[in-house]
Nanobody, 125 residues
Framework: QVQLVESGGRLVQAGGSLRLSCAAS????????MGWFRQAPGKERDFVAC????????YYADSVKGQFTISRDNAKNTVYLQMNSLKPEDTAVYYC??????????????????WGQGTQVTVSS
């Protein structure tokens, strides 16, 4: 069992930056690949980025490539999402999720075993 808690979301002006954090409970954090997803009002939950257990591999949605960076610190049981040059269309609730096997990079929500409660990011124009 893994519990995930996101933080760092807030209101920010367009062009600004935010770093989201997702803290995981338990001793098996490094046994999971981790992903970030986002959901805007009235829309489906969309894949943003994911990272393998050892940070050796990452994958991004085309919409955020070059703008967002995913990273993790297994010693701190935490995964991060650095978001730069934010745009109003980045406004959404951002969720982190954990997936086994730890080497798999997947964009499908159904592949992820555990989810956090989400953190709101609002980008004003």
């Amino acid at each position: 069992q893994v519990q995930l808690v996101e933080s760092g979301g807030r209101l920010v002006q367009a062009g600004g930056s935010l770093r989201l954090s997702c803290a995981a409970s338990g001793r098996t954090f490094s046994s999971y690949a981790m992903g970030w997803f986002r959901q805007a009002p009235g829309k489906e939950r969309d894949f943003v980025a994911c990272i393998s257990w050892d940070s050796g591999s990452t994958y991004y949605a085309d919409s955020v490539k070059g703008q967002f960076t995913i990273s993790r610190d297994n010693a701190k049981n935490t995964v991060y999402l650095q978001m730069n040059s934010l745009k109003p269309e980045d406004t959404a609730v951002y969720y982190c999720a954990a997936d086994r096997p730890p080497w798999r990079l997947t964009v499908r929500t159904r592949d992820y075993d555990y989810w956090g409660q989400g953190t709101q990011v609002t980008v004003s124009s």
